[in-house]
């Protein structure tokens, strides 16, 4: 007979909520509260708000998850509890008496991430090591390179000269050779970074070192933290892990030993939900010829200005005619053109992620008229303004959570 409950379970959590991807654990965590059991959750996101060990114990917590376990001045906590710990390094809490395990999926990660690349055309690849030379980054790096031999091609990795990257102090040296490694990869080559946060300073730096980002390199970053991504110029491309069933199947385990239907430690892992493509690695953004790589550049920076062809000319640094055959040599459409879909692309996300009318999103895109850009934006995407605004919150409020199973 199933066991009857008296009282909800009382779960301590600790993950820290500061990066998105913890964010989206704890919303996995919390849609199994949801959909079953009800708990009472202690959240501890803080270091300053962790209560000491005596607090803890005298909660009597049945269950916990822990991103980072706490530590004390004896070494680990173990309150003999079920618990289950997310994503750690295996060796330092082998020695918890009721602990299970999930982690990452590496290689679904770093599968996602080269069989995207060469879906997309790519031939040449290259792989950043995190600038902490953290254990998961260098495995990480070998998986890339091991599945796109399979593919068969190569993949150059840069590994940091030390340890500490922006800790050890050596943060320009460490810039000035990542711009030389950089420089020195073939053009169009992939760049796969391990972390969105690396991928926003590789971005940076190919700005420094004038490397357009996709025209002469496309890069790759991974964990989709989007505040970071939509944000970048151009905005980054990235895989997403699934964080949200990590948070939803560490829930499930840890109710399966609470409940004693799991009695051994288990070690599960999640993978990849998708690769969210953004400018970054648009492999049809990419020219042969530098000086529409600059043109494109300038537009894409310029758009919601008012600017026009003999702007674009001069950045490049040709004739208005040599700029407009240029143009049409490589990307089939007229500088106008290009103008008129970077605007378009601003207005998608202006309508996407605001709820600013659409007369003062127009003057912000640079266009002179509501009327004019509203009959261009319905013959590029083939929709009106409101309507496509309209669909976009749907999908919103449709978002797929977990693909859960029902326990």
């Known amino acids: 007979m199933r066991k009857l409950l008296k009282a909800a379970p009382r779960v301590l959590v600790q993950i820290s909520t500061v990066a998105k991807s913890n964010r989206d654990k704890l919303a996995g965590i919390l849609h199994y509260v949801r959909l079953h059991t009800p708990w009472d959750v202690q959240l501890i996101d803080r270091v300053d708000d962790a209560p000491n060990i005596a607090d803890i114990r005298r909660w009597r917590a049945h269950g916990m998850i822990v991103k980072r376990m706490p530590d004390e001045p004896g070494g680990l906590i173990d309150l003999r509890i079920p618990t289950v710990v997310i994503d750690a390094q295996l060796p330092r809490y082998t020695g918890l008496k009721r602990a299970s395990y999930i982690t990452c999926d590496a290689r679904a990660v770093t599968d996602a991430a080269a069989d995207y690349l060469v879906k997309k055309g790519f031939s040449n690849f290259a792989y950043i090591v995190d600038d902490r030379m953290s254990e998961w980054s260098v495995k990480r790096g070998g998986l890339f ?48 970074v391990s972390n969105d946060r690396q991928a926003r300073q590789i971005l940076q730096l190919c700005q420094l070192a004038k490397i357009g980002v996709p025209c002469d390199l496309a890069v790759l970053g991974c964990d989709n933290d989007e505040l970071l991504c939509d944000n970048t110029t151009p905005p980054l491309s990235s895989v997403e892990p699934d964080f949200e069933m990590c948070g939803y199947r560490a829930a499930q385990l840890l109710e399966d030993l609470m409940f004693r239907r ?74 106008t053109e290009e103008i008129q879909l970077a605007r378009v692309e601003k207005m998608k996300r202006f309508l996407s992620g605001t709820d600013r009318p659409i007369t003062m999103l127009c003057d912000a895109c640079g266009y002179q008229s509501e009327a004019h850009a509203k009959r261009l934006f319905k013959r590029v995407t083939g929709l009106t303004m409101s309507r496509f605004r309209k669909e976009q919150r749907a999908d919103k409020m449709l978002s797929p959570s977990p693909n859960v199973p029902v326990a």
């Open 145 to 192: 390179e091991e599945r796109l031999r399979e593919h068969g091609f190569a993949c150059s990795i840069y590994t940091p000269r030390g340890r500490g990257g922006h800790r050890s102090g050596n943060w320009h040296r460490e810039q000035d050779a990542l711009i030389c490694w950089l420089r020195s990869l073939e053009k169009w080559t992939a760049v796969f």
């Open 262 to 335: 799991r009695r051994s430690p288990q070690y599960l892992l999640y993978g990849a939900r998708q690769v969210v493509e953004r400018e970054s690695s648009q492999l049809g953004s990419r020219v042969s010829d530098g000086r529409v790589g600059r043109g494109l550049d300038f537009i894409r920076l310029n758009a919601a200005r008012s600017i026009g062809v003999p702007d674009i000319a001069h950045h490049m640094r040709v004739s208005r005619r040599m700029a407009e055959l240029l143009f049409r040599k490589h990307l089939d459409h007229s500088i």
